[in-house]
C-alpha cells in the first residue's frame, strides 16, 4: 500500500511538470507573439517592440524560459501581470477560494442528488419514479449550464425574488451557480448510481441482511449504498474537473470573482502571465484532486490491488 | 461488421450483403430511445440544412420595425432586438453549431486512431511517449484547454474546432490503443502479416475496421459534448462574431435583455438542449447494440 501511494505521489508530480511544460509551451506559442499583440493598438516601431521583448526577457530561447518559468513557479512566483504589473500569485490568492467554494458547493450538490435520486430510482426499478428520474438525469447532461445559469437567474432572482442575480459576497450568492454548476454531474452521478446500486442489491450479503430481519430503509442506506458508492468515488475526480472547468463560464454568468473570470478577461487582454498562471493553478488542483481520489478508492476497497 | 462480410464467404453466400446504413439501422430499431434521438437529430439537421428555405426571414438583416415581439403570430419564438426572427436565428445557427461540433469530432477521432494505432501496435516506446502525453492533455480540464489553445491561436471558428478536437485527442487514442493491443495478435492479423503486408496496411486494412464499433460510439457522444463547448465558448464571444447567428452567440445576445425579452436567451438554449439529447439517446442506443461491454460507463 505504502509503494502504492509513493508510486501515485511520484505519477501525480511527473504529470504536474507535463502539464506546466504544456500551459508554458501553448501560452508562449503565440503567433507573433504577445509583443505584437499588445503594441499593435499603439502603433510602435519595430524597435520599440524588440525593446519590449527584451524587457519581458522573450528574446530568450524557449527552454531557458522554461526552466526559469518552472523554478519561480516553485518559489511562488508566477511573475506579474502585463497590464495591472500585480503579482500573478497575489491575484490568484484572493481569487481562488471563491472558485474553489463554488466547484465544491456543485460537487455536494451533485454527489447528494445524484446518491438519492439514484439509490431511489434503483430500489424502484421500472416504476414511473426511475423512468422520470433516469430521463432527468438525461436532460441534466445535456443542457449547457451557463444556459441553466441563465434561466436560474431569470427564473429564481428576477422573477421570484429569492436569491441576488450576480455577485458573490454571501452564501445566498452561491446557491443559484452551485445549482447552475452541479446539476450536469448529479445527472452523471445519479445514472451511475443506480447502475451500480442494481449491481449491489442483488449480492448475497444483502440478502442476508434481508433474512436478518433488517428493515428494507436500513439494508438500502446502510449496506447496499455504502458499496455502491465505490465505485462512484473514480467518477468524482473526473466530475471535479468539469466543475473546475464549469466555474469559468459560469463566474462571467453570474459575474462572480474568481480565478475563471481572471482567465476570460486575461485572455481578452492578451495578458499571457495571467492565463498562464490561472490555467496552471485550476490543472494542478484537478491533478492533485484526482491523486485523493485514487488514494481514497484504495481505502474504500481493500479488494483493490495495486501493482 | 466485417463479421457479416467473413460469414458470408464461410457460407458461401446465404446470408444476405446488407449495406452499412441498412445494418446501422437493424440496430437502432431495438432501442426505442435511439429511435427518437434518430428522429430528433433529423428534423434537427433538415431545418438546418433547409433554413432558407423554410423561413421567409433573413437571419442577420436588422428589421426595427418588429423589435422584441413576443413569440406568437408571425413570429414563433418571438424577435430580438434588432426585430430579427429568433427561430429563423436559431435554424441558421444550427448549421454552424452543428458543423463545428461534427468537425471537431472528426479532428479529434482521426488524431486519436491515428494515436491510438500506432501506440497499440509499435508498443514500447513509441506507447509509453505517446501515452504520457495523452495523460498530460486528460489532467487539464477539457474547457481550460480548449481555452488556452485559443488564446494562443486567437478567437474564430476554426480554432474553435481545433481547441474543441485536441482536447478530446485521448479518449479516442486510448480506447482504440486497448482495443489495438486486444487484436494485435489475432490470427487474421498474423495471417496478413504472413501475407506480406506492411506495417501501415495491417493498421489501416485489417486492425483499423475491427476497432471502430467503440470509436463509432466515442464519436457520437462526443458529439454531444462538442456541440455544448462550441456554445459555451460561442457565448464566451471566442468563436465566431455577431451578427452570425450561432446557438451560444444568440444566447449571449439575449443576456442583457433576460428581464424583458427572455425568448432570445431561452430558445437557443432549448435547441441546444434537444440537439444535446438527441445525439445522447442515439449515442446510448449505439453503445448498447455495438458495443454492450460499454453499457453503464
Sequence with gaps: MTKYIQKRIVSALIVTLGVSFIVFLMVNMLPGDATAVMLAEFGATA???????????????????????????????????????????????????????????????????????????????????????????????????????????????????????????????????????????????????????????????????????????????????????????????????????????TEIVFARQGIGDLIIKAIFSHDFPLVQGGVLVLAVVFVFVNLVVDLTYGFLDPRVRYD | MSRNIENKEVLGGDMPIRTPFQMFWREIRKHPGAIVGVIMLTIIILSAVFAHVISPYDPVKPDYSVRL????????????????????????????SLWVGMISVGIAATAGIVIGLMSGFFGGWTDEVLMRIMDMIMSMPSILLSLTIIFTLGPGLVNVMIAIGVASIPSYARIVRGQVLAARDTPYVEAARAAGAGNVKIMFRHILPNVLAPVIVMATLGLAGAILSVAALGFLGLGISPPTPEWGVIISDGRARLYDAWWIATFPGLAIMATVLATNLLGDGLRDSLDPRLRGR
Excluded: C
Design chain 1, 47 to 249: 524597435q520599440e517592440q524588440e525593446e519590449l521583448r527584451r524587457q519581458l526577457g522573450l528574446d530568450r530561447p524557449m527552454m531557458v524560459r522554461y526552466w526559469e518559468f518552472l523554478s519561480n513557479a516553485l518559489r511562488g512566483d508566477l511573475g506579474r501581470s502585463l497590464f495591472t504589473r500585480r503579482r500573478v500569485v497575489a491575484q490568484l490568492l484572493e481569487q481562488y477560494p471563491a472558485t474553489i467554494r463554488l466547484a465544491l458547493a456543485g460537487m455536494g450538490i451533485a454527489i447528494t442528488l445524484g446518491s438519492i435520486f439514484g439509490v431511489t430510482a434503483a430500489v424502484n426499478r421500472g416504476k414511473v419514479f426511475d423512468t422520470g428520474t433516469m430521463f432527468g438525469a438525461l436532460l441534466a447532461v445535456s443542457m449547457p449550464s451557463f444556459w441553466l445559469g441563465l434561466i436560474f437567474i431569470f427564473f429564481f432572482a428576477v422573477r421570484l425574488g429569492w436569491f441576488p442575480t450576480s455577485g458573490s459576497a454571501t452564501w445566498r450568492h452561491l446557491v443559484l451557480p452551485a445549482f447552475a454548476i452541479g446539476l450536469r454531474s448529479a445527472g452523471v452521478l445519479a445514472r451511475l448510481v443506480r447502475s451500480s446500486m442494481l449491481e449491489v442489491l442483488r449480492q448475497d450479503y444483502i440478502t442476508t441482511a434481508r433474512s436478518k430481519g433488517l428493515s428494507e430503509r436500513i439494508v438500502v442506506w446502510r449496506h447496499a449504498l455504502k458499496n455502491a458508492l465505490i465505485p462512484v468515488v473514480t467518477v468524482v475526480g473526473v466530475q471535479f474537473g468539469f466543475l473546475l472547468g464549469g466555474t469559468v463560464i
Design chain 2, 69 to 96: 415581439q413576443p413569440p406568437g403570430g408571425d413570429h414563433l419564438f418571438g424577435t430580438d432586438t434588432m426585430g430579427r426572427d429568433v427561430l429563423t436565428r436559431i435554424m441558421y445557427g444550427g448549421r454552424i
